[in-house]
């Protein structure tokens, strides 16, 4: 492999590592399994074609091909994962809404458990 493809793979794998630690502190357990798992921020698709285009710029320069096709690429893939990730927030509102609706249909108690959770 080359250079520019060990800095990518590098770039998403030190993404993947940090939402470790951002788990940590927001649940205070540490899950090591995180690693491993899609979505969620830091954006280790970002991440890696950030830095594969950084990589081409300053080794081949901006005014490349190289640079071009690296950029646009990575601009499509940035903008794909964003489109991913806000329609997969809207279908998981959706599926909890319907899961409450179910449990009012059959008589149970609602307990919050869908609720929109507002940071304070």
Known sequence: MNKGI???????????FLKIPIKKVKTG??????FFETGGMPSSHSAGVSSLATFVALKRGVPTIDFALSTI???????????????????TIKVNELDEEVERLAGQKDHHYHDNKEKS
């Not at 060990?6 to 993947?16: C, D």
């Not at 940035?78 to 997969?88: K, L, N, P, T």
Request: aromatic share 14%; charged share 20%; proline share 0%.
């Open 29 to 34: 357990k540490w899950d090591w399994d995180t």
């Open 73 to 91: 690429f990575g601009l499509i893939v940035m903008y794909d994962a964003q489109g991913i990730r806000r329609q997969s927030g809207e279908l």
């Open 6 to 16: 060990y800095t990518a793979l590098l770039t998403i794998g030190l993404a993947q």
